[in-house]
């Protein structure tokens, strides 16, 4: 039996103005479908914050800065690809000034799978019938620090 690939990745807590949370969902064609952060597996080279950056840019199209780590999650799964997988994710809150999302540097891959995204609060998360991830995604987001607006800062 041969060991599962290691796949390190960066995954993005992208908050709103509101705290909402901004969620992709994912239809694979092998599973039922799903709601994830944007972010993903580090190239060959890059570090957790480097790809934290890129995968920002390449699934949002926001260049805002990427705050520290705030989590680390170590779980299982089957990529959309369908490789069985250990990985490690390490988890960025962002909070972008502009919240107009450009989608030009998905891949084919993800064009074809994400197929929509969202701004979600908590309440409508916990009452969502599709699954989403991480698991403790709540407890996670519920935890950071609101962004200052302009308002709070008068």
Known sequence: MSARPQRPAARLLVLDE?????LFRFTPDDRAPFWVTPGGALDPGESFEQAARRELFEETGFTCPIGPQVAVRHVRFVTIEGVEVDAEE???PVYPQDYTLSLIGHT???????TSHRWWTPEE??????????LDLIA???Q????QTQEDAL
């Open 144 to 147: 950071l620090p609101r962004a």
């Open 90 to 92: 390490r988890y960025y």
């Open 140 to 142: 996670l987001w519920t």
């Open 18 to 22: 509101r705290h909402r949370l901004l």
């Open 125 to 134: 998360l916990v009452a969502c019938p599709e699954p989403y991830f991480p």
């Open 108 to 114: 084919a891959l993800e064009q074809r799978v994400m």
